[in-house]
């Protein structure tokens, strides 16, 4: 299991189509940029590939990105947080194994 970094990134998606993800309601391209990251490991977990422990955590990693940089953008979003614990929900359904914890207080932590 390894957390896709954005070097990485390329070797799954073009420049072109991580511009498909971008929300035209967001004028911070660095913000847009994460969305794209974020929402092209929700939109193809299922295809992807790399194994569902990767894929997943890649989507968390991501989308943590994507909520501190619009907390620093647009202050502090109850939705964006709900989101995050529902994204959390989902991977500990999709895991076998259950959510590593240890794993997101690194994500969170920005220790990875």
Do not use: C, P
């Amino acid at each position: 299991m390894k957390i896709i970094k954005e070097d990485e990134l390329k070797n799954f998606i073009t420049d072109e189509e991580r511009r498909e993800f971008y929300n035209v309601n967001i004028d911070d391209t660095r913000l847009n940029e994460l969305l794209a990251y974020y929402t092209f490991f929700k939109s193809n977990a299922g295809s992807v590939s790399l194994d569902k422990q990767s894929t997943y955590y890649s989507m968390y990693f991501w989308f943590v990105q994507f909520k501190e940089r619009y907390f620093e953008v647009y202050g502090h979003d109850e939705g964006i947080e709900q989101e995050a614990f529902k994204l959390l929900k989902e991977i500990d359904y999709q895991l076998e194994e259950g959510v590593d914890w240890g794993l997101i207080e690194k994500i969170e932590l920005k220790a990875i």
